[in-house]
């Protein structure tokens, strides 16, 4: 028995949750590696942030690979995957496999630009072979993987060309692919099949939106200038937003740049932060804008969602001595999403097996001890028992109904229920004897010893 209720912080009395435009709550922010302007210490550099089915969030940096982390962004393992040439993005399917945006120039340029695909336990499996494109952004669903991707004109080809692919992720094959892009760097699927790309755009930067064949549809307006585009779960389409200070296509090039266009670039964004110019625009699923979000967002430049409630923000802020910028400090933002994505979603409970017993002889009962029930949820998830008598009572000869029920964060309950059968005794007590009782008086069941 499943109920699903129709509320929630946030949302209105019979409203679908998918259809209430979000708000976040501020829970936390967890250090990242720092990069010094006087180190140049730009391998560092956190650039992109994904999570997974299990609560996991895992954070990419330029020349560290992966760090996995809790759901509260402490470190589980500092260096889950190593020995990147030079990732840009990464992204995590529904079974946990982590697919990342690599790339390293040389040789017959064949395998110049990979997506690296690593299993959930992060060992690699295999490669999507991009050529002497390099993939800029990643992104996947059940099926596809889809791939935006530059070439610089610096290697095989020549001329500066780009394009975003959908590959088949079980035997590679080519879907859909597109050219008539400029310098697309991030790229976004939802629930629909509808693709968003936002691109550098040879001066004109935008988010392009593009139907499952990659079919060009329209723009997002009121965009300036755009770097990571993400669809959370309800499709609600996430854009950060640069207001026109930063091009993004140069910082993602961040580990390649000198002293002075990282010194550059860390005073365009601290000037920015003093402006509170960046931020991330809100956009509902048929792409009308929503609002710009910014509370304690400095330089955002990446996110993710989990499938329960939290969007995590790769942020940045410039730390300055007597006004000179001295580098980029990256925190980890955690942020609780209101309506959680875990209100379509009741949790599914399953109950033990009945239980049929036999009292033993002389007892009209049976103690019986048995099992919690079971709930799984894609959000926490707590299991009461909300009838009968607990596990290792006195249960009396008949029939017993044992109720269990799992409520998640939202509300949304599952019930389930099962049965203690004790039958009575299969043998008739034995009374007691007695000793020099009377002749005429017979043998009863009193105090022992006693006629």
């Known amino acids: 028995m499943v109920f699903l209720f129709g509320f929630g912080e946030g949302a209105l009395m019979g409203q679908n949750p998918a259809e209430v435009s979000p708000t976040y709550e501020h829970l936390n922010g967890v250090d990242l590696p720092n990069v010094s302007v006087a180190d140049l210490n730009t391998d560092d550099l956190t650039i992109a942030v994904a999570t997974d089915l299990n609560g996991y969030v895992y954070t990419l940096s330029f020349g ?23 990732p840009l993005d990464l992204a995590v399917d529904s079974e946990g496999f982590i697919y990342i945006a690599d790339y390293e120039a040389g040789g017959d340029f064949n395998d110049d630009g990979q997506i690296k695909i690593f299993n959930p336990e ?35 080809e020549s001329t500066p ?34 693709v968003y790309v936002s691109q550098a755009g040879g001066g004109d930067p935008a988010v392009l939106i593009f139907n499952e064949n990659l079919v060009y549809q329209r723009e997002l307006a009121n965009i300036q200038s755009p770097g990571s585009v993400v669809v959370d779960p309800f499709d609600y ?11 993004f296509s ?42 710009f ?33 001295t580098g980029i400090e990256f925190d980890l933002e955690i942020y609780k999403r209101t309506p959680t994505f875990d209100s379509l979603e009741a949790p599914v409970i399953t109950c033990p097996a009945s239980i ?3 009292a033993e002889p002389g007892n009209d009962f049976a103690e019986v001890e048995f099992e919690n029930a079971t709930a799984t949820d894609n959000c926490a998830v707590t299991v009461e028992q909300t009838s009968g008598d607990p596990s290792g009572s006195a249960f009396a000869v008949g029939t017993h109904t044992i109720e269990f029920t799992a409520t998640d964060d939202f509300g949304n309950e599952d019930v389930c229920s099962f049965s203690i059968v004790v039958n ?14 009377p002749s005429d008086m017979p043998n009863i069941s009193t105090d022992p010893g006693e006629c």
């Open 161 to 194: 060309s780009s394009r975003i692919r959908i590959i088949n992720k079980d035997n590679g094959s080519v879907k859909a692919e597109n050219e008539n892009v400029e310098i697309p760097y991030r790229i976004a699927v939802d629930s629909k099949g509808n």
């Open 237 to 247: 389409i996430h854009v950060v937003e640069y207001a026109g200070r930063i091009d």
């Open 122 to 156: 992060g060992d690699y499996v295999r490669s999507i072979l991009t050529s002497y494109f390099r993939p800029l952004g990643v992104d996947v669903d059940e099926d596809y993987i889809y791939i935006a991707e530059y070439n610089a004109g610096e290697t095989a």
């Open 356 to 358: 049929e017993i036999t």
């Open 64 to 86: 560290n690979g992966v760090q996995k982390r809790s759901a509260d962004g402490v470190v589980v393992d500092a260096n889950f995957i190593s020995g990147l040439d030079n």
């Open 293 to 325: 979000f910014k509370n304690r967002i400095d330089f955002p430049i990446d996110l993710a969602f989990d499938d329960c409630s939290r969007m995590y923000v790769d942020n940045a802020y410039v730390p300055t001595f007597f006004g000179i910028p």
């Open 424 to 437: 009575p005794s299969e043998e008739e007590p034995t009374l007691p004897n007695f000793a020099d009782c």
């Open 250 to 291: 140069e910082f993602i090039n961040f580990s390649s740049l000198e002293f002075n266009d990282i010194f550059r670039i860390a005073q365009e964004i601290e000037d920015g932060i003093d402006d509170n110019a960046f931020g991330i625009k809100i956009f509902g699923p048929g792409g009308d804008f929503e609002y």
